[in-house]
């Protein structure tokens, strides 16, 4: 079984990185929602760490814009409007379609097989109606694509932007919509397994476009959630 782990260089040291990315599951898989206070005191009895540590964690988590530091009020996990959620997903667009359509390098046996085993992860965690498994393993799918296909760069900015877009969902998506459908991905595997790049961008695009379509802007933001509920161990 693939671990599910993200494309990441923060700068932060073991411990940090470790907290850092517990944050970024909560926040990927919603159980941490937008708005939801990340108090330093609470955040370091959780994780039995310093608060300088966690200050750093969360310093690294607001350059990636999933955080945001309020002077005076400390952090809170990101609550993005509609204008920005829209450049968000515009920007995901450009990229991801941009990459099926000009790979910028050849696909390799060995990447075929890693995006056929998330896809099997994403046909398991469906088959349980496991919602955070379905999350995971959807992100995890975009993110080798990019691997797969772009390079390091272009992965680490589908990474965040994967980030910020479950962020987007979280506050706007339509009751009962499923945004990520598992046949979406198995027919972009086939087409880039078939290297036939203009279908994969053609397929890309209706896919993250579907996603868009399932969001309903107008839509008030959820109540933040409780951090001691979902992060104590």
């Excluded at 310093?50 to 969360?58: D, T």
């Excluded at 990636?64 to 309020?70: K, N, S």
């Excluded at 880039?192 to 790049?197: I, T």
Aim: net charge negative.
């Amino acid at each position: 079984m693939l671990a599910a782990g993200a494309l990441r260089d923060d700068g932060l040291i073991q411990e940090e990185s470790a907290i850092a990315q517990a944050l970024r599951d909560a926040i990927l898989e919603r159980r941490l929602g937008p708005g939801s206070r990340l108090p330093e005191e609470q955040l370091a009895e959780i994780f039995a760490s310093s608060r300088g540590r966690i200050r750093r964690v969360l310093l690294a988590l607001a350059r990636e814009h999933i955080v945001v530091i309020q002077p005076s009020r400390g952090a809170f996990v990101a609550s993005p409007d509609a204008a920005e959620a829209r450049a968000v997903l515009a920007a995901r667009r450009m990229i991801e379609v941009a990459v099926m359509e000009r790979p910028c390098q050849p696909l390799t046996e060995d990447a075929i097989a890693v995006l056929r085993a998330v896809t099997e992860e994403e046909r398991r965690a469906h088959a349980a109606h496991d919602s955070v498994a379905m999350i995971r393993w959807s992100g995890r799918f975009h993110l080798e694509l990019a691997l797969a296909l772009g390079n390091a760069v272009i992965a680490g900015i589908v990474s965040e932007l994967s980030l910020r877009t479950s962020l987007i969902i979280a506050i706007y998506e339509r009751q009962n919509a499923m945004c990520c459908l598992k046949a979406d991905h198995d027919l972009l595997l086939g087409t880039v397994c078939e290297q036939a790049w203009a279908e994969a961008g053609r397929l890309m695009s209706r896919h993250l476009l579907e996603i868009e379509q399932n969001l309903d802007f107008s839509s008030p933001a959820p109540p933040a959630s409780s951090l001691s509920l979902i992060l104590k161990r």
